[in-house]
């Protein structure tokens, strides 16, 4: 019964997929010329959450994190580096007020389009949303220059969406914004970055933007940086949802071997089951939170709770079942190694436990939530 709910419903968005991910070895979906990336747009996955009247699947959150774990025990990468597409996706249709974004939308899901992400990632003592890109104002747009890096989807992108910070004017304060760019622009670049064994197959490598000129209607307005407003607030909650649950999916992928293989006794298997199930259900209750409209501090919080019991229990379950299976099973089998090196890297997407748990802590006193 283990993944059980969750491959249902990848077969009823993508009928087929499943068995297509299975036929491929997992190794080879792991390397740096990853064929799933091909497949998952082949079978329509670029479209997930753009909604139907876009040519999209129009899934809920509840369906895309069963669907994400689901492909990520059949493929890590393949889910890892689209969580940031469909990350890219919701933040775009939060931010669309124009028929420019709706057509954009429209044609990702009918050309089956991938965006890369070019957001920043945490670094010390600067908020996690701040911009790294620097950027030139002119009268009918913006001049990007910077680096992001790593960047998953780095060679199979279509598009690129960075977040960039507009100086003040007049007294007011910087303002947020996203960019979408295309990937064949001028000044697009991509270079090696991506050295370590687990997770090669994402094309986490480096993108590097020289001068590109973004024109007004690829510019989407954010808010203030640092301030976690609607845009932010609902971004970061469903990308917390959506990484935790494709990381969980490869931890379940271990637990589904140990069932498969008739390893341990009942209670260790039961206990296995328990830790990645009840993970799932803190998920859910996430998931369903999303879809009753909450996106204040509250759920951002709740958030970052969900996504670090996940993270525990991942590291629970994956040692205690590699422990089950037996030193034979590590020895001779590549996959065991791989799924539990590449499981462990939930811990490194921003903000770390370490980084937050200050911020978390002076929110749980009474204080207002920074992502500093």
Same mark, same amino acid.
């Given at each position: ?8 419903? @990848? ?37 997930? $959450? ?54 954009? $939308? ?43 890096? %790593?960047?998953? $989807? ?170 089950? @299976? ?23 997407? %921003? ?17 207002? @939530?920074?992502?500093?």
């Amino acid at each position: 019964m283990i993944l059980s709910q969750e491959r249902a419903t @990848l077969e009823k968005f993508f009928p087929g997929l499943d068995a297509a991910l299975l036929n491929i070895p997992l190794l080879e979906m792991e390397s740096r010329n990853n064929p799933a990336f091909q497949v998952f747009r082949e079978f329509g996955g670029p479209g997930l $959450l753009i909604p139907t009247e876009y040519a999209g699947l129009g899934a809920s959150p509840l369906q895309a994190i069963r669907i994400l774990r689901a492909i990520a025990s059949r493929s890590p990468s393949l889910a890892v580096a689209t969580t940031m597409h469909h990350i890219t996706v919701v933040m775009t249709q939060v931010m669309i007020t124009n028929q420019p974004g709706f057509a954009l $939308l429209e044609r990702v899901a009918q050309q089956n389009l991938y965006f890369a992400s070019g957001f920043a990632e945490g670094q010390v003592g600067q908020n996690i949303l701040a911009s790294c890109m620097q950027v030139k104002e002119t009268v009918d747009g913006l001049i990007i220059s910077g680096s992001k890096k %790593p960047c998953s $989807l780095s060679r199979s992108m279509d598009l690129i969406a960075a977040s960039v910070t507009l100086p003040a004017h007049g007294g007011n304060e910087d303002e947020l914004v996203m960019v979408i760019i295309p990937a064949s622009e001028p000044g697009v670049e991509r270079y090696p970055f991506w050295e370590t064994w687990p997770l090669t197959g994402t094309e986490s490598d480096e993108v590097r933007l020289q001068e590109v000129y973004v024109p007004q209607e690829c510019i989407y307005y954010m808010g203030k940086p640092g301030h976690l407003n609607s845009v932010q607030a609902q971004t970061f909650i469903w990308f917390e949802l959506f990484i935790s649950a494709a990381y969980l999916g490869i931890a379940s992928a271990l637990v589904e071997r140990v069932f498969k293989d008739g390893k341990g006794i009942p209670s260790e298997r039961v206990l296995l089951a328990t830790e990645v199930e009840g993970a799932m259900a803190a998920l859910e209750g996430l998931a369903y939170s999303i879809m009753n409209g909450e996106k204040d501090d509250k759920t951002v919080a709740k958030s970052l709770f969900v996504r670090y019991l996940v993270q525990r229990a991942i590291a629970c379950v994956t040692t205690q079942a590699v422990e089950i @299976l037996g030193g034979m099973s590590f020895v001779k089998s590549s996959e065991v190694a791989y799924l539990l090196a590449s499981v462990h890297a939930l811990a490194f997407h %921003p903000p770390s436990r370490l980084s937050i748990s200050p911020a978390l802590d002076k929110y749980l006193l009474g204080g207002t @939530l920074s992502l500093m």
